[in-house]
């Protein structure tokens, strides 16, 4: 009689237990899934493997060279890993039986992996587990011809413009295939601004107008660059006797004709030496240094900002 009600009483706490998703995860408190499940959960729930037509069913919803923001539905990401759950489910009719009930409770824990899958990529600490998740799909040529192209993701009310700056972390962002000419990304939070940049080694000398008036007989350039002016303060150094040098550069720029930097005879190739001269001459200054040359030559990657409207 004893071990029929000890049986009982088992059956019942077991009953009630897996009677309901959050009644599990009282009991299983901290729940723990294989890392290499766990991953391949997220990599679902981040739309790997997910055949793109079920993204875009029809061409004419990302035409060439276009952007389509969106939001990331939990509810369809919650089937899509529902699906997955279900490979040796036992299935009844009815819609809260235990091994459901079981596999919903697992649910989060696996779907909090996602922060996990970019940052294992690039060797750096996981963000938090994302709550919203927003994204864009970017179709043109830009894809194949810069395939390093960086993306930066700001909330409302963070962005660069105002005082406290936020940047989202980034879950997925990849070429869809090696020659496709789209391009997905996924972003933690909800993106009011993005940046779409070139790689940032893409940094690089630069002049900002430039004509090769070249024929049979000349060889002349026209060219500009647009030169800030700056000063140079100095200020004791932290050894006795030691000075430190800094830079301020102006706000603005002023376009200034550098035709003559050219060698004579090669249109193609700058003299440094007249360069550093001619912005020498601009900042009344008798000569420039190498970081004073980067701080005027140094052109920055293209760059191209979306905002979300209401």
């Known amino acids: 009689m004893k071990n029929s009600l000890s049986r009982n009483s088992l059956r019942q706490n077991l009953s009630e237990t897996y009677a309901k998703p959050s009644a599990i995860l009282d009991q299983i408190m901290d729940p723990v899934i294989p890392d290499n499940l766990a991953s391949w959960l997220s990599r679902l729930a981040l739309l790997y493997g997910v055949p793109f037509n079920y993204l875009v069913p029809d061409e004419g919803m990302l035409p060439p060279e276009s952007i389509r923001f969106f939001y990331l539905d939990a509810n369809w990401i919650g089937a899509l890993t529902d699906g997955a759950f ?64 960086g993306v930066n993701a700001y909330p409302l009310g963070g962005t660069p413009s105002d005082p406290t700056p936020v940047m989202l972390d980034i879950l997925r962002l990849e070429q869809l295939a090696p020659n496709s000419d789209t391009l997905i990304c996924l972003v933690s939070g909800d993106a009011y601004r993005v940046d779409i940049h070139e790689a940032p080694q893409g940094l690089h000398y630069g002049i900002d107008c430039y004509m090769d008036n070249c024929t049979v007989n000349t060889k002349t350039v026209d060219a500009s660059k647009n030169l800030f002016t700056f000063t140079v303060t100095s200020s004791p150094g932290p050894v006795p006797g030691s000075t430190v040098q800094s830079v301020t550069m102006s706000s603005t720029a002023t376009p200034t004709d550098i035709s003559t930097v050219f060698r004579p005879g090669n249109t193609r190739v700058m003299d440094i030496s007249t360069l550093a001269a001619t912005i020498a001459a601009t900042n009344n200054v008798p000569s420039i240094d190498s970081a004073e040359m980067g701080f005027e030559m140094t052109e920055g990657v293209g760059m191209v900002s979306f905002f979300k409207t209401t």
């Open 86 to 149: 279900s490979i040796g489910r036992n299935l009844t009719a009815d819609g809260s039986n235990a091994s459901l009930n079981l596999d919903k409770a697992l649910q989060p824990a696996a779907n909090a992996f996602t922060s996990n899958i970019r940052a294992k990529i690039l060797g750096t600490n996981p963000p938090a587990p994302p709550t919203v998740i927003t994204g864009f799909l970017l179709r043109s040529e830009l894809v194949q011809q810069y395939p390093s192209l």
